[in-house]
């Protein structure tokens, strides 16, 4: 059995308040997973968006989650996970007053590496939405705009 190494440290990007920490990439695992960490703020998250070549799985580690899953709403709690299958629109935010922690699995990998380009472009919503809208159609992804969230 072949035995395939990962990076010794992590890399780390900040992209609109969120820090990611990827631990395992593409190249890591042959193409097969990817993996990060995600601390998010309070009130953080993304806005509605697809991926199109991705499944994923967020793992709640600390702070209290909402989603929106196809107009669907579901709070997930420490300990917690939601699997969120490639083509169907979703985001969350973190409720609270504390710092979400998360860790999210990727299948196929690749896409944990959006982060990094986009942290290293410094490509904010909305500012830079032209440029984002080019990188994320490098990665498959698709942004649908800001969450309704209720009150």
């Not at 960490?37 to 600390?62: T, Y």
């Amino acid at each position: 059995m072949d035995v395939i190494a990962t990076s010794a440290s992590p890399r780390v990007a900040t992209w609109m308040g969120t820090s990611y920490r990827i631990t395992v990439n593409a190249y890591d695992s042959a193409g097969i997973v990817g993996m990060f960490e995600s601390d998010v703020p309070a009130g953080g998250g993304p806005p509605i968006h697809i991926h199109h070549n991705e499944d994923e799985v967020i793992h709640v580690v600390s702070g209290l989650y909402q989603f929106w899953l196809d107009g669907a709403l579901s709070i997930i709690q420490p300990g917690q996970s939601i699997f969120l299958q490639r083509g169907v629109p979703h985001t969350f935010r973190v409720i609270g007053s504390e710092t979400g922690r998360n860790l999210t699995v990727l299948t196929p990998g690749g896409f944990e590496e959006f982060f990094i380009e986009a942290a290293a472009g410094d490509l904010r919503m909305p500012d830079r939405m032209k440029e984002l809208g080019v990188l994320a159609d490098r990665y498959g992804i698709e942004f649908r705009g800001p969450a309704a969230w209720p009150s």
